[in-house]
């Protein structure tokens, strides 16, 4: 591993680099944080899948990305007169020490060793901590963007919900409200109402996220481990027929049936 001056030297060189290519490059120069956001939302994503097949090699290269990105639009915004980075990480810095007071005194020295709170008890009281900060003035809901797609959205808002003490009190009972909500898509489905219908859906897809994070199950990991899981079971039907000349369309749904079953079997 790297001494912390290392750490600091190639933290100045990626600087110097993103000074050199905003100077001389281009392509560089022409771009602003409205045409670089659509790039970086794919390296969080690549960098979410680099994690999720624990792969340390990609993982690393993958901050490395996202992390030339935030030095990106902190010189933009240098250019500006805005900010720079040193602002932006000092209000990170001041932030974390101002919601860890068991670790940090206001000052940012460090509090004493003795008996800290658990992990439980610190995330039980997380959102109440924050809404306390010089600029929480704000719904605690309101840091959630509207644009985040809807199941990490679900998921934030009830992990923010937990953090104010809103929360069930035993996680089996999560069961009779995901009951009750499957109850009222029946309901909807009978009313013919497609609005109806499309909120009594959604409201069924948030109570199993729920219940998803309360047995401490990622709801994201576990569709996607679902989805790959139908991709390798489809292509095993494609492999025994469209690739062999044969069209869905002269099988039955109990031939197409059988044939998944078999790639069940073999293990995908």
Request: aromatic share 8%.
């Given at each position: 591993?790297n001494?912390?001056k290392?750490?600091?030297?190639?933290f100045?060189?990626?600087l110097?680099?993103?000074?050199?290519?905003?100077?001389?490059?281009?392509w560089?120069?022409?771009?602003?944080?409205?045409s670089i956001?659509?790039?970086?939302?794919?390296?969080?994503?690549?960098l979410?899948?680099?994690?999720?097949k624990h792969?340390?090699?990609e993982?690393?290269k993958?901050?490395?990305?996202?992390?030339?990105?935030?030095?990106?639009?902190?010189?933009i915004?240098?250019?500006?007169?805005?900010?720079?980075?040193?602002?932006?990480?000092r209000?990170?810095?001041?932030?974390?020490?101002?919601r860890?007071?068991h670790?940090?005194?206001?000052?940012?020295?460090l509090?004493p060793?003795?008996?800290?709170?658990?992990?439980?008890?610190?995330?039980?009281?997380?959102e109440?901590?924050?809404?306390?900060e010089?600029?929480?003035?704000?719904?605690?809901?309101?840091g959630?963007?509207?644009?985040?797609?809807?199941l990490l959205?679900?998921?934030s808002?009830?992990?923010?919900a937990?953090g104010?003490?809103?929360?069930?009190?035993k996680?089996e009972?999560v069961?009779?409200?995901?009951?009750e909500?499957?109850d009222e898509?029946?309901e909807a489905?009978?009313g013919?109402?497609?609005?109806?219908?499309?909120?009594?859906?959604?409201?069924?897809?948030f109570s199993?996220?729920?219940?998803?994070?309360l047995y401490?199950?990622?709801?994201?990991?576990?569709l996607?481990?679902?989805?790959?899981k139908?991709?390798?079971?489809?292509g095993?039907?494609?492999?025994r027929?469209?690739?062999?000349?044969v069209?869905?369309?002269?099988?039955?749904?109990?031939?197409?049936?059988?044939?998944w079953d078999?790639?069940?079997?073999?293990?995908?």
């Amino acid at each position: 591993m790297n001494t912390r001056k290392e750490k600091l030297e190639q933290f100045g060189r990626l600087l110097d680099v993103m000074d050199s290519l905003r100077e001389r490059c281009p392509w560089n120069a022409e771009q602003t944080m409205e045409s670089i956001r659509p790039m970086t939302e794919e390296e969080v994503y690549e960098l979410s899948d680099a994690i999720l097949k624990h792969d340390s090699n990609e993982t690393c290269k993958e901050i490395g990305d996202l992390l030339y990105h935030m030095v990106f639009y902190a010189r933009i915004a240098q250019e500006k007169g805005e900010f720079d980075i040193a602002d932006s990480i000092r209000k990170i810095c001041d932030k974390m020490i101002f919601r860890h007071p068991h670790v940090f005194r206001p000052d940012g020295s460090l509090v004493p060793e003795g008996e800290a709170p658990s992990a439980k008890e610190i995330a039980d009281t997380w959102e109440l901590v924050k809404a306390k900060e010089k600029d929480g003035n704000k719904k605690v809901m309101s840091g959630i963007p509207h644009s985040m797609p809807a199941l990490l959205k679900a998921l934030s808002m009830q992990e923010k919900a937990r953090g104010c003490g809103f929360d069930w009190e035993k996680r089996e009972d999560v069961w009779d409200k995901v009951r009750e909500e499957v109850d009222e898509v029946n309901e909807a489905i009978a009313g013919s109402n497609a609005a109806q219908l499309e909120m009594e859906f959604g409201d069924l897809l948030f109570s199993i996220i729920n219940a998803a994070r309360l047995y401490n199950v990622d709801p994201e990991a576990a569709l996607n481990r679902s989805c790959e899981k139908f991709r390798a079971r489809f292509g095993y039907i494609e492999d025994r027929t469209i690739r062999q000349g044969v069209s869905f369309s002269d099988l039955s749904l109990a031939e197409l049936d059988a044939i998944w079953d078999e790639a069940k079997a073999s293990g995908l």
